[in-house]
């Protein structure tokens, strides 16, 4: 049954997702001197499409040519952290001294049972197939005091890294350390974080 609950999670966040990435949403970006400008944006996986108003003409900018980029509630930053090899978008998912990030590819596309997963607060997926648990597999989770300190969340020190992150929270924190939530609910460990709520789809 928790499977089957975690499969429908998913699969109702993918139609989220759809919808969102298709669409135009109000945000900013910020320019590499840190100057704000606002406007509609449109997020692919390492750039962003944006224009002032709706009549204006789209303007493509590169992880490369930006610090940074907010959609609606959701914040993005541009790491430079030695983890990546190159410009990186990533998104700030808990605030904090200690933040937690997250990298998530885009929806390309699907094939014949193929599923995609991992979301929060918009804008992501992955392609892949069959196994639930697989559904995360293409987020990159990341923590540090700024987007270019960045270090991985791995399945080693996911107990150790979000249960010190997550300290000011202790109902969080005992559902980390007895196993309730393990690295492949990152996703829904954060919503319980953020918002106290835990996903009424996970047993």
């Not at 429908?8 to 135009?24: E, G, K, N, R």
């Not at 885009?106 to 997963?117: A, E, P, Q, R, T």
Request: aromatic residues 8%; charged residues 20%.
């Amino acid at each position: 049954m928790q499977l089957f609950n975690r499969i429908c999670l998913s699969l109702i966040l993918v139609i989220t997702t759809l919808s969102a990435s298709a669409q135009w949403k109000k945000g900013s970006y910020y320019d590499l001197n840190g100057n704000k400008n606002t406007g509609l944006i449109k997020r692919d996986e390492q750039h962003i499409l944006y224009k002032p108003t709706k009549k204006d003409k789209e303007i493509k900018l590169t992880a490369a040519e930006m610090s940074g980029f907010t959609v609606e509630k959701d914040s993005f930053r541009v790491s430079h952290a030695p983890v990546f090899n190159q410009a990186v978008i990533v998104q700030v998912i808990t605030n904090g001294p200690t933040k937690i990030y997250v990298s998530r590819p885009l929806v390309k596309k699907f094939s014949k049972g193929s599923m995609v997963g991992g979301i929060l607060g918009g804008e992501t997926g992955a392609e892949i197939g069959g196994h639930a648990g697989a559904l995360k597999s293409y987020n990159g989770y990341y923590y540090g005091q700024d987007e270019n300190s960045l270090s991985a969340i791995t399945m080693q020190n996911f107990v150790d890294i979000t249960s010190t992150i997550m300290a000011d929270k202790p109902k969080v924190t005992a559902k980390i350390k007895d196993k309730t939530f393990r690295y492949g609910d990152m996703d829904e460990l954060v919503i319980l974080y953020n918002t106290g709520v835990e996903p009424s789809l996970i047993d």
